[in-house]
């Protein structure tokens, strides 16, 4: 009998332990977040992301810290703003207009003249193609616009977060 308690005595202490392992499991130090479309809302502008194929995000900053964007736009004048932008463990994940997969947007390629939420106007595609082209010459296009006037951005929350570090 002895020992059945104990048995009992034991499963319980251990799950605390069990459950905060678990929930842990789901929440990765990399890649893209899960965004509950329709519901969140971008950390540059304020407005609702509802759209993946236009959608961008941003792992980045001493903490490592997920930001989520309507438009990828957004996502490029925010990292112009942060001093870790160029650390090397930042990651951008833009969404892909075609399949609505992530992409890792250093390495996609932008179609211009896409209606996008901002109004930045870029599509991310995976591969080279016609007209497309690559990271750097759509952040410099993107960053000589500035924002849209659709977009003015506030100190929200988490841009304030961000700054700081």
Known sequence: MCDHQMSRR???????GMV???SACGQSASGPA??????ETCD???????????????RGGPKGKVFKFDDLGDAVLFLAKQSWADDPATEFWVGS???????????????DGQHTPMAHGYG?????????????????????????????????PSTAQASDG
């Open 20 to 22: 905060l392992a678990v």
């Open 97 to 111: 207009m075609e399949s609505e997969k992530w992409l890792d947007g250093r390495k996609a390629f932008y179609v």
């Open 10 to 16: 034991r499963f319980v202490a251990l799950v605390p």
């Open 124 to 156: 991310a595609v995976a591969g080279a193609r016609a007209g497309a082209v690559e990271y750097a010459a759509m952040k410099n296009a993107v960053l000589a616009k500035g924002s849209t006037s659709r977009c003015e951005p506030s100190e929200t």
């Open 44 to 58: 540059y502008c304020g407005m609702i992301i509802d759209d993946p194929r236009f959608a961008a995000q941003v």
């Open 34 to 39: 899960e965004i509950k479309w329709g519901r």
